[in-house]
């Protein structure tokens, strides 16, 4: 079992991490500045967390564990996979929706660490969004060109999400109709895809 003191540290030190992010941007997080918020030396910092880019990850995997406590409890109820998709999108749009300068901070590092590859979607970036897609398209479409399809709809749900953070003037009494709205459209979309109806052929695209 970790020493509690050490566990108290680490999480000081993410809390200062992410309040300088927060106020200041990711370009202004450094060891110096963690460990001047919270009354330690730099050293003492460095043995928490090697670097600066640990914090980081740190910072996004304690994030990550709130958004998927509240993800269990959004899909309760749920039935079959076009529903469960349905219910995550909602909660994906209305979660970074209240959190818009934890979406910034994450899309900032997502530059870095790209979030929409093939391998980050697979480890995980988009929780189980592509085999949701999977699930709906089975049958319809070979296990390839469904894999696309779910990549195709975890980088659709992040530029919904992207649009409506940016857009600050979108009050309250508003983000449930767009919510919905984006979930209908991108269940629609998976549907459709799902009976042929986005296939060229049967659309008479060339």
């Not at 509690?4 to 450094?30: V, Y």
């Not at 300068?101 to 994450?106: N, V």
């Not at 970036?125 to 999977?134: E, H």
Request: overall charge positive; proline content about 3%; hydrophobic content about 45%.
């Amino acid at each position: 079992m970790g020493n509690p003191s050490n566990t108290d540290t680490r999480t000081r030190i993410l809390d200062a991490a992410e309040e300088i992010a927060r106020r200041q941007g990711l370009h202004s997080l450094s060891m110096r500045a963690i460990a001047e918020r919270i009354g330690l030396s730099a050293p003492a910092a460095y043995r928490h967390f090697r670097s600066k880019d640990e914090i980081v990850r740190a910072m996004i995997e304690r994030g990550y564990g709130r958004f998927v406590r509240g993800l269990m409890a959004a899909r309760h109820g749920a039935k079959g996979p076009e529903e469960v998709l349905a219910a995550t999108i909602r909660y994906y749009l209305r979660f970074w929706m209240r959190d818009r300068t934890g979406f910034m901070l994450a899309s900032e590092w997502g530059r870095q660490e790209p979030s929409l590859t093939g391998s980050a979607v697979e480890a995980g970036s988009f929780g189980d969004v592509p085999a949701l897609v999977a699930a709906i398209l089975e049958g319809s479409r070979d296990a390839e060109e469904a894999a696309w399809i779910g990549r195709w709809a975890a980088a659709t749900l992040y530029g919904m999400a992207l649009s409506l953070v940016q857009e600050e003037e979108v009050p309250r009494s508003r983000e449930k109709t767009l919510v919905n709205s984006a979930a209908d459209y991108l269940v629609g979309a998976v549907r459709a895809a799902a009976s042929g109806r986005l296939n060229g052929s049967a659309g008479g695209l060339s």
